[in-house]
């Protein structure tokens, strides 16, 4: 069950762990046999290979253009009238026609 020989003049790693002869993928992956991974071979006694870039500069350019578009046109949204003004009017009240039959009125809770 060795995965690859012992006369390998190098190091393979995968997920920032070196893969040791002496295990099994098995040990690293699971049991699972339909598991892709990806591995790099480095030479032996170096260090982890370093991350790939998730995006390129390009790709970033755009999210954050795509980011900043979203984020001015919630601002607009916001500050625009749309319509909601009538939310505080007294005939919009839900509680408007139980508060006539109980005769309360406009009641204020607080110091004039």
């Keep these: 069950k060795q995965w690859y020989q012992r006369r390998v003049r190098g190091s393979l790693w995968w997920a920032g762990k070196e893969l040791m002869p002496e295990k099994t993928l098995e040990d690293y992956i699971g049991k699972n046999e ?3 991974i ?3 071979l480095t030479k032996k006694g170096s260090q982890a290979p370093g991350r790939e870039q998730q995006m390129t500069e390009d790709q970033k350019k755009q999210m954050m253009a795509w980011q900043y578009r979203k984020q001015e046109e919630m601002k607009k949204l916001h500050t ?9 009017s007294p005939w919009a009240n839900p509680n ?4 006539q039959f109980h005769g309360i009125g406009d009641v204020k809770w607080g110091p004039r």
């Design 34 to 36: 339909k598991t892709k």
């Design 38 to 40: 990806v591995v790099k």
């Design 80 to 88: 625009a009238d749309d319509g909601d003004d009538y939310y505080n």
């Design 96 to 99: 408007a026609l139980k508060n």
